[in-house]
């Protein structure tokens, strides 16, 4: 953020920009105790990295701006959710993901191995088609589609 041309609006924003180096700070001393050296390290490096995003007025604009890129925040929140699942002891994949993983990777399998499907075994649904296989018994089962199995209407 560019700092503002109003004095009152540039103390502000200098008071923003003491608060966030304060806390880079906090995280400095806090990477320090961290036990494992490789943690330490790696942890350091990521904090210089992202500190850097400080220096400029538009970090948008900055070589640092790759930080600031939505792919990058997001692995950031899957990294704070796993951190949060571990440490309240929580697994780190759901059962409900387990079991769509789980799901596709048979259907898949099925279909590579040109398997077919009994008489009356419910696939699931494959171009738009709702799910039953009453239609011709000889054809391969079909890749399961998580997408497209929830967008069919029952």
Do not use: C
Not at 42 to 66: C, I, R, W
């Amino acid at each position: 953020m560019p700092p503002p041309a109003e004095p009152e609006s540039q103390a502000e924003y200098l008071k923003q920009q003491m608060a966030l180096l304060t806390r880079a700070q906090k995280l400095y001393a806090f990477s320090n105790t961290l036990q494992n050296p490789v943690d330490r390290v790696t942890y350091l490096k990521e904090l210089e990295n992202v500190g850097g995003l400080l220096a400029y007025k538009v970090p948008e604009n900055s070589s640092m701006a790759k930080y600031l890129a939505l792919e990058r925040r997001e692995a950031v929140a899957d990294q704070i959710n796993r951190a949060i699942l571990k440490r309240t002891g929580f697994p780190l994949v759901s059962s409900l993901e387990l079991i769509t993983r789980y799901t596709h990777l048979l259907w898949q399998y099925a279909h590579q191995h040109g398997a077919t499907s009994r008489p009356g075994a419910i696939q699931p649904p494959m171009s738009g088609k709702a799910g039953s296989s009453t239609e011709s018994e000889s054809e391969i089962v079909p890749v399961f589609d998580l997408h497209q199995f929830l967008d069919v209407k029952p």
